[in-house]
């Protein structure tokens, strides 16, 4: 079966789909060399699933019904614009499926999300070293000029 064969479905999170969803979230933070602790894949999972407007919200993308990527999205205020902003905050495919655009497709959705609820601002971030995700990234969307910054780790 070719690539071009299989079919790709971008859907929200079920509670259901916990078992799939860690197992993504994982891979995600094993990408960027970070463990978090049970308690937090919980917190996480219950915003996910609230179905508050203010919260989380989770997609799911399957390849041959088999989930295979993740993307979470929060709507929040600006003081820039009437409108609520869209903050793509993770984004994840299975590295075995990657170039299937798996990526795009999640974040195509989470762009008719934004528009759906008319909040067409949506952005993201990315580390400077994740080359193959700017490549996505530069064909889906503008590179922002703005730096981040955070406040750094407490001492003590």
């Known amino acids: 079966m070719s690539p071009n064969d299989m079919s790709l479905n971008v859907r929200p999170l079920r ?3 916990e078992p ?5 979230w ?6 960027y060399e970070t463990e978090l602790p049970e308690e937090v894949y919980q917190s996480t999972f219950r915003r996910l699933m609230s179905g508050n407007e203010h919260e989380f919200h989770g997609l799911i993308a399957e390849l041959d019904g088999q989930p295979v990527g993740l993307a979470h999205y929060l709507f929040h205020r600006s003081c820039w614009s009437i409108e609520n902003n ?18 795009r497709a999640l974040i195509e959705a989470v762009y008719a999300a934004a528009d759906a609820a008319g909040h067409p601002s949506v952005y993201w971030q990315t580390e400077r070293s994740n080359q193959a995700g700017r490549r996505l990234y530069d064909r889906v969307g ?5 730096i981040v910054y955070k406040r750094p780790a407490a001492r003590g």
Do not use: N, T
Request: glycine share 8%.
């Open 15 to 17: 509670e259901s789909d």
């Open 20 to 24: 799939e969803w860690r197992r993504l």
């Open 26 to 31: 994982a891979g995600y933070l094993d990408y």
């Open 86 to 103: 869209c903050y793509l905050q993770d984004l994840f495919v299975d590295p075995h499926v990657r170039g299937k655009s798996i990526g």
């Open 142 to 146: 503008e590179l922002s000029p703005f």
